[in-house]
T-cell receptor, first 113, second 115 residues
Framework: NAGVTQTPKFRILKIGQSMTLQCTQD?????MYWYRQDPGMGLKLIYY???????DKGEVPNGYNVSRSTTEDFPLRLELAAPSQTSVYFC????????????FGSGTRLTVV | DQQVKQNSPSLSVQEGRISILNCDYT??????FLWYKKYPAEGPTFLIS?????DKNEDGRFTVFLNKSAKHLSLHIVPSQPGDSAVYFC??????????????FGQGTILTVHP
C-alpha cells in the first residue's frame, strides 16, 4: 500500500546542474501533479497530467519539464538548476472524484547552491 | 493573484478547546473545498472536503463550514489534541474548462495545541 513514492528525499545541486525527481503511484490514478512549496507559502502547481501522454503547465512551469509515458510514473526534470528552484517538491495523484482530493508523496527537499 | 488566502499564519490553542482555522477565496467558480494537514518532513494529508452545494460537513472531531456569500470557509476541530499540531492548508477547485479539478492552495496556518 505504497501510495505515492518520491525519490530522492533530499538533494543538493550546483547551479547549472540537471536532475530528475522521480514520482510513482500504485493507485491507478489518471491525474498526477507536481507542486513546489516555498517557506511561508502555499503549494504552487508546476505541471500536471490527466493521463499517460498528456501533460500541461501549471502556475510556475518555467525551468521544469515533465513526461508521462505510463499511468504510474510522472518524473519532473530540472535542466539548468538555479537558486530560485530551492524548494520542497511534492508529487500527488488523484482520481476524478474531487471529494477525496489528492494523495501526496512525502516530498523532495532540493537545495541549489 | 492569491485566489485562496489564509490570513492567520499561526494559531495557538489549549488542549480540549476548539480550534478554528479560517480561509477566504476570491474565485466564485470554485465549487469544491478541501482541508489538508501537514506534519514536518511529510506530504500533506487529506482531512475533509465540502462541496459548494453544502454549508457544513462533519467527520469526527473535524467540521468544515462554507459561507458562499462571504466566500469564506472554516475548519473547526473539537476537542483539540496535541497531535493536531501541524500546518493546515485549505484548497479549492472547480471542474470547468481545462481545470480538471486542479487544487489552488492557501498559504497555510500553523496550529499549535498546548497540553
Amino acid at each position: 500500500n505504497a501510495g505515492v513514492t518520491q525519490t530522492p528525499k533530499f538533494r543538493i545541486l550546483k547551479i547549472g546542474q540537471s536532475m530528475t525527481l522521480q514520482c510513482t503511484q500504485d493507485m491507478n490514478h489518471n491525474y498526477m501533479y507536481w507542486y513546489r512549496q516555498d517557506p511561508g507559502m502555499g503549494l504552487k502547481l508546476i505541471y500536471y497530467s490527466v493521463g499517460a501522454g498528456i501533460t500541461d503547465k501549471g502556475e510556475v512551469p518555467n525551468g521544469y519539464n515533465v513526461s508521462r509515458s505510463t499511468t504510474e510514473d510522472f518524473p519532473l526534470r530540472l535542466e539548468l538548476a538555479a537558486p530560485s528552484q530551492t524548494s520542497v517538491y511534492f508529487c500527488a495523484s488523484s482520481s476524478p472524484d474531487r471529494a477525496y482530493g489528492y494523495t501526496f508523496g512525502s516530498g523532495t527537499r532540493l537545495t541549489v547552491v | 493573484d492569491q485566489q485562496v488566502k489564509q490570513n492567520s499564519p499561526s494559531l495557538s490553542v489549549q488542549e480540549g478547546r476548539i480550534s478554528i482555522l479560517n480561509c477566504d477565496y476570491t474565485n466564485s467558480m470554485f465549487d469544491y473545498f478541501l482541508w489538508y494537514k501537514k506534519y514536518p518532513a511529510e506530504g500533506p494529508t487529506f482531512l475533509i472536503s465540502i462541496s459548494s452545494i453544502k454549508d457544513k460537513n462533519e467527520d469526527g472531531r473535524f467540521t468544515v463550514f462554507l459561507n458562499k456569500s462571504a466566500k469564506h470557509l472554516s475548519l473547526h476541530i473539537v476537542p483539540s489534541q496535541p497531535g493536531d499540531s501541524a500546518v493546515y492548508f485549505c484548497a479549492a477547485s472547480f471542474a470547468g474548462g481545462t481545470s480538471y479539478g486542479k487544487l489552488t492552495f492557501g498559504q497555510g496556518t500553523i496550529l499549535t495545541v498546548h497540553p
